[in-house]
């Protein structure tokens, strides 16, 4: 018996990782024969990034059961740090090892953020928590607009006014130059980096889903006085949860970070709507299910980008979506009704 | 004297925060739910202004009625439509996201009529400023309205809690919901009537705020809702004169810290406040401390 249930978790887990898997291939097979358009192409990568982030969120509505509206800014957290790293590094690492060290930066800075952000939010809960985690969002955004950094010959310099107060030498360089951001990062993400990360994100948060530590997480979710109850440190599987899914959000900043020439934090890719977007394909998966975001994310990309029609009426349509499946899902009576048409098909599959 | 003339715009912005505190607050209360739409109902009224008052050219207190008439029922059908089938699921957390898919929803229906170039809204206001100290300190009409409207509607709503059956009602079903029924009151028509009254208050809210800051997007509610829920926490969420007390607070420093601090850090500093009223009072001013029972 117990054996059964190892091979139906592992082998859902396989399945997902085969689904991607096929998915790189399939893609592959149209590079190389060309039937690709460039617009597509363009897609490739931040198709990667968005199932990244949705997988991760996924980890944090879903598993730990608190709604994170801030996801956003751990991504832009991740995307500055790495993008600064590798604008100061460029040139004195090998790019591939320079690459590497900027998606660890990313990881960890979006992560210690996590910790940050984490030890005195997770006190709260629900509502509350989403506000909080939605304001430090819209606090990152706002430190990042002000945030001018310049390197010369005596090190680094910051400032929140303007470029010049930094006092730069004649050969000093501004890095980080407020609201123009970082420009001129290396080029140095590609598809296959990316569904390199998304493996690498669906095994830590797999394996996690399925531990001790994961199914500690998961008891704090179905009731957190129950589980505190009986000895589980509430504070620290919280912080565990938050604080892989920030890293989560860092590695995807990065990556589109080092996709980008230019990089701003702007409303639209930083910002609320940003956040809002990826709780759109969690929800749409299913919470708590982390195939499901991998497929939203890709469907809810490709969508409006194939029905070019239909792109005025795309954030129509995601809210639309979105309360429909609310309702659809959580709604007692919708529930109810749900169960009713199955017990009425099993008795009719009796009676022939 | 530009700190009083500072002081002065920061208690009418507060003003405009109290009123739509208020409308979160008293959601809150009843219903336990933030109701994230609520600031895209003060786009709502401030758009529908503005076609009576701008496109059809017809007098502005019938705009702010219209408005008004317009916000109380979207309010009760978005109530109705969205959280009410929602008000038993098994985790909080469904209709939470359900109101912010509501918000997105009254975003984007504007913007599809509207859309996004930013409209200038005529102030509704007639008043002339009032130049005090040698003209060295001019407050607006609009400053000088604001506050007026501020200060009654909080009069009348404490009264209308406070000396109405129908108020009297509202407190008993957000003291206990299931005690409420027991005693005869009509829980849902109770509810109903509490994201009426709020929204009439968002109505009112956006003719003030479009008034005051002229141009309207269908973005416009989205930032001043999120800030009136600051102040709403800010003053102890579900107490109505902790509402007053946080958006008029609330306005205040908004107003100080983007004339002595920086002007881009203004939400950032908003927001900041938000973070240190949870950790050090997650009550709030006013509110009361409830410990959860298992």
């Known amino acids: 018996m117990k054996k059964m249930n190892i091979t139906k978790t592992t082998k859902n887990n396989l399945i997902t990782y085969l689904m991607v898997l096929l998915a790189y291939l399939a893609v592959q097979m149209l590079l190389l024969t060309g039937n690709i358009s460039s617009l597509m192409k363009g897609l490739l990568v931040p198709l990667c990034i968005y199932v990244m982030l949705a997988i991760s969120l996924n980890l944090t509505v879903g598993i730990l059961g608190e709604l994170s509206l801030g996801h956003a800014g751990f991504m832009c957290v991740g995307a500055f740090s790495g993008a600064f790293f590798s604008k100061c590094m460029d040139g004195l690492m090998p790019d591939s090892l320079r690459f590497l060290a900027a998606l660890l930066i990313g990881a960890a800075v979006a992560g210690i953020f996590g910790i940050l952000i984490g030890i005195p939010v997770l006190r709260l809960k629900g509502d509350y928590l989403a506000i909080v985690t939605l304001a430090f969002g819209e606090i990152i955004k706002n430190l990042v607009n002000v945030l001018y950094i310049g390197k010369d010959k005596n090190g680094f310099h910051f400032s929140m006014k303007d470029s010049i107060s930094l006092h730069l030498d004649a050969e000093g360089q501004v890095i980080v130059n407020g609201a123009q951001g970082i420009t001129g990062t290396p080029h140095d993400a590609s598809f296959t980096i990316g569904i390199i990360l998304i493996f690498i994100s669906l095994f830590i948060i797999l394996n996690l889903i399925n531990s001790r530590d994961g199914r500690a997480i998961m008891s704090i979710r179905d009731n957190r006085i129950a589980a505190e109850s009986i000895g589980i440190n509430i504070t620290k599987y919280k912080l565990m949860a938050f604080s892989i899914s920030a890293s989560i959000a860092g590695v995807a900043g990065v990556l589109y970070a080092h996709n980008l020439s230019t990089l701003t934090a702007l409303p639209k890719n930083f910002g609320y709507n940003m956040s809002i977007m990826i709780l759109v394909f969690v929800v749409l998966g299913g919470i708590g299910n982390i195939r499901g975001s991998i497929i939203s994310a890709i469907i809810l990309t490709l969508l409006p980008e194939l029905l070019r029609g239909l792109s005025d009426y795309r954030m129509l349509i995601y809210a639309i979506v979105l309360i429909a499946m609310m309702l659809l899902n959580w709604s007692p009576k919708a529930i109810e009704w749900k169960e009713g048409l199955k017990r009425h098909s099993k008795k009719e599959k009796e009676v022939k | ?294």
Do not use: W
Request: glycine share 12%.
């Open chain 2, 1 to 294: 004297m530009s700190f009083i003339s500072y002081l002065i715009n920061g208690i009418s912005l507060g003003s405009v925060y109290a009123i739509i505190a208020l409308g979160y607050t008293m959601v809150y209360g009843i219903a336990k739910m933030l109701n994230f739409a609520h600031g895209d109902v003060i786009m709502v009224g401030g758009f529908a202004v503005f076609t009576i008052v701008s496109t059809l050219g017809l007098p502005p207190v019938l705009g702010i009625l219209v408005a008004v008439v317009v916000c109380t029922a979207l309010g009760m059908l978005i109530e109705r439509v969205a959280y009410k089938p929602l008000r038993n699921a098994s985790s909080p957390l469904a209709v939470l996201i359900t109101a912010i898919g509501v918000s997105y929803l009254l975003q984007n229906v504007a913007l599809l009529i509207f859309g996004a170039n930013t409209k200038s809204f005529t102030s509704v206001v007639t008043i002339s400023p009032l130049k005090l100290a040698d003209g060295q300190l001019i407050i607006s009409g609009e400053t000088i309205v604001t506050i007026i409207a501020g200060i009654i509607i909080m009069v009348c709503l404490t009264l209308f809690v406070n000396k109405s059956k129908a108020g009297q009602a509202m407190l008993a079903v957000s003291e206990d919901k299931g005690a409420a029924q027991l005693m005869g009151i009509n829980v849902n028509g109770t509810i109903a009537l509490t994201f009426a009254i709020g929204s009439a208050l968002a109505a009112v809210a956006g003719v003030l705020l479009c008034s005051a800051y002229p141009s309207l997007t269908p973005y416009t509610g989205a930032m001043p809702g999120i800030k009136a829920f600051v102040a709403a926490v800010f003053g102890g969420i579900g107490s109505i004169p902790g509402a007053m007390i946080g958006g008029i607070l609330l306005g205040i420093i908004e107003i100080l810290g983007k004339a002595y601090i920086s002007s881009q850090m203004a939400d950032a500093i908003v927001f900041a406040v938000l973070i240190v009223v949870l950790l050090v009072k997650p009550t709030g001013i006013l509110g009361k401390n409830i410990q959860e029972k298992v």
